[in-house]
C-alpha cells in the first residue's frame, strides 16, 4: 500500500524556520516528479516547490522563492521542503505528492499532475 506521511509542522513566529518532511512507503520517490502543495481555508490548493525532471531541477512558487528549498533524500525516501523567513501567509496545511511522470517543468502547479498525496502537516506562522 502505498502511503505518503508529512511531518514536521508547528506553530512558528513570523521569521522562523520548519523543515517538513514527506515518507514514503510501498513507494519510491525515484525520478518522478513531486512537490509540495499548500491550502489554506477557504483557499484553492497551490504549489509551493517541486522536483520537476530527472536532473533534479526544481521549481518554486514566486512567493516562497528565495525563502524555501525542496529536497529528496534518495536513502531515506523522503521529500523535504526547509522553509526560512517564515510569513503569517504561509500559514496552511502543508501536502506532498508524487506523480506517476518525471518530467512536469510546466506542468508541476497543477494538482491534476499528481496521483499520490500526503493527508497533509499544518504549519501556523504568528506575527
Known amino acids: 500500500q502505498v502511503q505518503l506521511l508529512e511531518s514536521g509542522g508547528g506553530s512558528v513566529q513570523a521569521g522562523g524556520s520548519l523543515r517538513l518532511s514527506c515518507k514514503a512507503s510501498?513507494?519510491?520517490?525515484?525520478?518522478?516528479?513531486k512537490a509540495w502543495f499548500r491550502q489554506a481555508p477557504g483557499k484553492e490548493r497551490e504549489g509551493v516547490a517541486a522536483i520537476v525532471t530527472v536532473d533534479g531541477a526544481t521549481a518554486y512558487n514566486d512567493s516562497v522563492k528565495g525563502r524555501f528549498i525542496i529536497s529528496q533524500d534518495n536513502a531515506k525516501n523522503t521529500l523535504d521542503l526547509q522553509m526560512n523567513s517564515l510569513k503569517p501567509e504561509d500559514t496552511a496545511m502543508y501536502f506532498c505528492a508524487a506523480a506517476p511522470y518525471n518530467w512536469c517543468l510546466q506542468s508541476w502547479g497543477s494538482t491534476d499532475v499528481y496521483d499520490k498525496w500526503g493527508q497533509g502537516t499544518q504549519v501556523t506562522v504568528s506575527s
Open positions: 510501498g513507494y519510491t520517490f525515484g525520478t518522478n516528479c
